[in-house]
Each structure stands twice: as C-alpha cells, then as structure tokens.
C-alpha cells in the first residue's frame, strides 16, 4: 500500500471524517465505521485532500483534460484538486453545475470551463451513483466524454446486488474509479496500529457481511 493512502485515512481520523463505532448506513446497515468528506471544512484540511486527490489521480495514470465537480460537493473538490495538479505542474481547466438552471447572465446549468474532450469526474464517494449518472449525462451532451472517476474512499460493499455502487459504475459505464483509498487499506491500517486493535474485528466482519472482491 502507497504510503499516501495510509497517511489519508490517518489524516481522515485526526479530523474526524473517518469515525469508528456503531453507525447506521443510509442503506439501514450497521456499520463499524463511518467516513464524511463534508467535515474537511477549513482551508488546512481542504488543501491537505487535494493533495491526496492529486496524488491519487497521478498515481494512476489516468488520461484526461479537464476536471468535473457534480454538485453540490464536487464543486470544491474539483477546484481544489485543480489547483493542486497544477502546482504539480499539470494545468486543466474545470467545471461543475448547479443543480437548477440559470435563467439570467450566462445562463444554464454548467459553470466553469466548457467541457472538452476527456473528462475526469470528482466526487467524494460513491453511493447510489446518481451523480455519476447525471454527470456523464451532461458531460455526453456537451460532446465530450467522460474519462473516470475519482473519489475519496471505496467502502467496497455491495449495493442492491452482488456488486458495490462503483463496480456498478466501472461496468454500466466503463468508467475507471480511482480511490485515495478503499477498505482494504482501512483494514491494513487497523492491521498496523495496535491502538486501533479493537475496530479490526468488527471491521473485518461487516466486510465479510457485505463487502466485495
């Protein structure tokens, strides 16, 4: 495991985005764990997940254009993660919508860079994959495609079926997901940090519940 990914998830619980205890999932489940993007709220923990969203994206070689944040979260996770590419020396343009349209000034639903050529999807998680959708649904309709998508973790669990949400994705539309990290490196961080002993188990066992290859 990338040393990056480890230090994400580390991260993560310093600033309480990654929790562990006894949680309700939106899908009624119990889980062990409980991950929210939305509390990287200052300029220090936003700035350190672009980073991790810069190195991820790297990392994995994927090739595109531009960037796309899906309303609403993606937003800023799309511009920082630009910025933060291009102190890394690669420079493109982003975009993202809003999720009513526009009827005075520019108008419309798309903000930012006109959408071109391949197009990178940032997002925080995947759920449901509803905003993967309605994000490949405007990308196709302004003539560009949609290249991947990037997110922050992978619980790696299943869905309404035998697949998790981005396996879905991956196959529905042949989208790449890149993760800064997923559930296996959650548990080899567990693995690793004795003082974190007592969540192993119980994680390990909501992966054998629910988890995916």
Do not use: W
């Not at 899906?70 to 020396?89: F, N, S, W």
């Not at 405007?138 to 619980?155: H, M, S, T």
């Amino acid at each position: 495991m990338s040393d990056f990914r480890q230090d994400f998830l580390k991260f993560s619980l310093e600033q309480k985005v990654l929790k562990f205890g006894e949680f309700t999932t939106k899908a009624g489940r119990q889980s062990p764990y409980f991950f929210n993007a939305g509390l990287f709220n200052d300029g220090a923990s936003t700035l350190a997940l672009a980073r991790f969203y810069a190195q991820a994206i790297i990392e994995s070689k994927i090739q595109f254009d531009m960037l796309f944040g899906p309303a609403y979260k993606g937003i800023i996770l799309a511009a920082a993660a630009a910025m933060m590419l291009a102190e890394k020396g690669i420079n493109v343009p982003f975009a993202y919508n809003r999720k009513e349209a526009k009827d005075h000034g520019e108008g419309g639903v798309l903000v930012g860079a006109p959408l071109k050529g391949r197009v990178l999807i940032i997002d925080d998680v995947i759920s449901a994959g509803t905003s993967v959708r309605e994000s490949v649904k405007l990308i196709e309709a302004e003539g560009a495609a949609p290249a991947a998508v990037a997110i922050a973790l992978d619980r790696m669990e299943k869905g309404t079926g035998e697949q998790s949400a981005v396996q879905e994705v991956e196959q529905q539309y042949g989208l790449p997901v890149v993760a800064i990290a997923n559930l296996r490196d959650l548990l080899s961080l567990l693995e690793d940090h004795a003082e974190l002993g007592e969540y192993l188990n119980p994680v390990r066992a909501y992966r054998q519940r629910y988890g995916v290859a």
